[in-house]
């Protein structure tokens, strides 16, 4: 049997890269405040994989996507276990656009600092008077360049998208941009409208694209979990503060309590995590984690 290695191991993800296609493996690792934990929720992957899943199910006919499989038995022998089953997916190997594309229904965040500082976010100009995690008038197209490793991204505005992009891809730059912002704020409206409906807000998101052999713009990477995405209960909703995160509150409610904790988790807090994540995905998907 052929072994793979990975080709990428990011904090929660494992890239491994099996000729045309790719196989991306969500981990039951949890990061909080930029941490690793020490501890594994157990399904998390799984429960992510299967979100993203749903997603480019449910806008495949809007835009189309590098999802080919989530079926191990579609994939190289190696895959074909337990530690795969669930949580990968075979994608399309793309060449991805150099460009995060993250849109703001609500405002909260470092678009909640810009805001604050100047009125704006990358650029728009927002009305004044804005609360904290108020929803915005129309969702925004924010981006930011994928910095190198170690280096932050950077917020940018649409012109400077469109320079990045034709840089990039001499004579594509305007159409690519105008592309990949019209899709981000079509994506967001049909899935935020519908999350809105099973009582989860989605504040915010960040989408990335690549070109397939036929420099066609298909939507990539995880879509809409809530490692890429800001979940918030619609139930206690309230513009004027901070909201809570859907997943990940127990977690950090805990860690800033226990600050001596050396970021190693109690199983109830765990416990209690898992659950949210399972409870994301069945009110979204109407369907239950096994
Ligand atoms: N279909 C695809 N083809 C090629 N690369 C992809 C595809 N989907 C996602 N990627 C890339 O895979 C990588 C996933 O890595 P990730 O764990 O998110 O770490 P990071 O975001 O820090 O690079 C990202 O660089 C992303 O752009
Ligand atoms: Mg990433």
Redesign the pocket.
């Known amino acids: 049997m052929k072994e793979f290695k990975p080709v990428?191991e990011?904090?929660?993800?494992e890239?491994y890269d099996i000729g045309d296609n790719?196989i991306?493996v969500a981990t039951d690792r949890i990061s909080a405040f930029d941490v690793i934990l020490k501890n594994k929720i157990t399904k998390k992957g799984t429960v992510l994989t299967q979100m993203s899943k749903f997603w480019f199910d449910y806008t495949k006919d809007f835009v189309p996507n590098?999802m080919v499989s989530v079926d191990v038995k579609d994939m190289p022998e190696f895959f074909q276990n337990e530690n795969f089953d669930g949580n990968s997916m075979l994608?399309?190997?793309?060449?991805?656009l150099p460009i995060e594309c993250i849109v703001r229904g609500y405002i909260t965040g470092s678009g909640w600092a810009s805001y604050k500082e100047n009125g704006t976010v990358c650029g728009i100009k927002l009305p004044e008077g804005l609360k904290e995690s108020e929803k915005l008038p129309e969702p925004i197209f924010t981006p930011s360049t994928?910095a190198e490793i170690g280096d932050h991204d950077e917020n940018i505005d649409f012109d400077t998208c469109v320079k990045v992009l034709e840089k990039a891809y001499p004579g594509r730059g305007e159409e690519l941009a105008t592309k990949i912002r019209d899709y981000t704020i079509g994506l967001y409206n049909k899935c935020s409208e519908y999350a809105l409906t099973r009582g989860i807000i989605i504040a915010d998101t960040k989408f990335?694209f690549?070109l397939d052999e036929n420099g066609e713009v298909l939507i990539?990477?995880?879509m809409l979990t809530p490692d890429s995405s800001r979940f918030w209960p619609l139930e206690g909703y309230e513009a004027g503060k901070g909201q809570p995160s859907f997943d990940k509150q127990f977690v950090r409610d805990w860690l800033k309590a226990n600050p001596d904790s050396d970021y190693n988790l109690p199983s109830d807090v765990i416990d209690k995590t898992i659950e949210k994540y399972k409870e994301a995905y069945k009110l979204l998907s109407g369907k239950e984690i096994q």
Request: charged share 50%; glycine share 10%; net charge positive.
């Open positions: 990428k990011g904090k929660v993800r890239i790719l991306m590098h994608c399309k190997k793309l060449e991805m994928k990335e690549g990539a990477d995880e």
